[in-house]
């Protein structure tokens, strides 16, 4: 995430079409130059538009806007209503030697992804995606193309980017019978995550272990000893049953014997 530093050029100077834009065109600026960051492109592009004109510059620490989202720039070189400069919003990456180039281009494919979310106009990912070279067969940008699977790795990290937005992490409250409490729960990836220690402990279970796992003691369900305590008795008067039928018969066999005796 870098600053956005927005600086319009004045209104008189823009191309100055509505654009309803559908793709985002990544450009390199050309100009290896000591200093040629986002600022100084700033400063120039303010100075050259309307021919050329452009959206965005991003270097390794921040990024410029110099047009509205809303109105075109000239920067695709595929004429007055070719889509490049009519439908496009168009990102410069400078590539000074006094700048991290790779981050730069990382910069840019945050700004990507964050366009992609917020402009609703744009073709779906990776669609949107265009280099200056589709438009007009430009070798530009120069050192993305200039790499084996430049653009591949490129559009990759535009897709991270997208990827970790989604997870959007935010921290909630919660309420324990209608109460606020202090305890904070947070939403990843649209699931809610509550500290097990914190849920379990409410229900008078209990949590223990830390790092590789937890083990969990379950609440005793209310009334569960009671009945274990009556099954208990239940086991005791059946034995003492069996043991006074058993009692009982042997006192029988005994007077039995005892008439077979005298008879
Ligand atoms: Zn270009």
Same mark, same amino acid.
């Given at each position: 995430m870098i600053p956005i530093k927005v600086d319009l050029i004045k209104k008189a100077k823009r191309?100055? /079409? +509505?654009m309803k834009p559908e793709y985002i065109t990544i450009h390199q600026t050309g100009n290896t130059s000591k200093g040629a @960051? +986002?600022?100084m492109h @700033?400063?120039?592009v303010? @100075?050259?538009a309307p021919n050329p004109s452009w959206h965005f510059t991003v270097d390794d620490k921040e990024a410029y806007q110099h047009l509205p989202l809303t109105e075109n720039g000239w920067h695709a070189g595929d004429g007055t209503n070719g889509p490049g400069n009519r439908k496009s919003i168009a990102i410069e990456i400078c590539v000074n030697r006094d700048g991290n180039l790779a981050k730069a281009e990382a910069n840019a494919a945050w700004l990507a992804a964050k366009l992609i979310k917020e402009v609703g106009s744009l073709k779906p990912f990776p669609a949107c995606m265009k280099q200056h070279y589709d438009w007009s067969g430009k070798n530009c940008p120069a050192q993305i193309r200039g790499r084996k699977d430049g653009w591949k790795n490129f559009l990759a990290a535009v897709e991270a980017n997208l990827k970790t937005e989604a997870e959007i992490t935010r921290p909630i409250g919660i309420y324990v019978d209608g109460k606020a409490t202090a305890e904070t729960g /947070?939403?990843?990836n649209n699931s809610t995550y509550v500290r097990a220690a914190y849920l379990i402990e409410l229900?008078?279970?209990q949590v223990t272990g830390h790092g590789d796992y937890i083990d969990i003691v379950l609440p005793a369900k209310p009334g569960q000893a009671e009945?274990?305590?009556?099954? !208990? !008795?239940l086991k005791t008067a059946e034995s003492d049953i069996a043991a006074l039928q058993a009692a009982l018969a042997a006192e029988r066999q005994r007077i039995e014997n005892a008439k077979r005796a005298l008879g």
């Open positions: 191309p100055g /079409y +509505a @960051n +986002a600022e @700033n400063r120039y303010h @100075n050259v /947070y939403l990843i229900t008078g279970g009945l274990e305590e009556l099954r !208990k !008795k």
